[in-house]
């Protein structure tokens, strides 16, 4: 088995619906752009309150991805 190496990132999905579509946007969002998508972990969830009701539930998800040798996403020296 060969070693890899993966880019993480988070991203904040949100639907009026549930937290899975919030989730699924994300993920959706995400793969317009990148490649090799790995794994989508939700790490938070909350929801958006307007007059007492839920208007909009919003996922936090951390996505990993294959890296690839030509990534130029900025990177902190």
Not at 14 to 41: F, G, I, P, Q, Y
Not at 52 to 57: K, N, R, Y
């Amino acid at each position: 088995m060969t070693e890899s190496v993966y880019n993480v990132i988070e991203l904040i999905g949100t639907s009026a619906d549930s937290w899975e579509k919030a989730t699924a946007n994300a993920v959706a969002e995400a793969a317009r752009t990148l490649s090799d998508l790995r794994v989508a972990r939700v790490i938070e969830q909350d929801v958006v309150v307007e007059d007492g009701a839920v208007v909009l539930f919003r996922s936090k998800v951390r996505l990993s991805f294959k890296h690839e040798d030509d990534f130029t996403g900025d990177i902190a020296e």
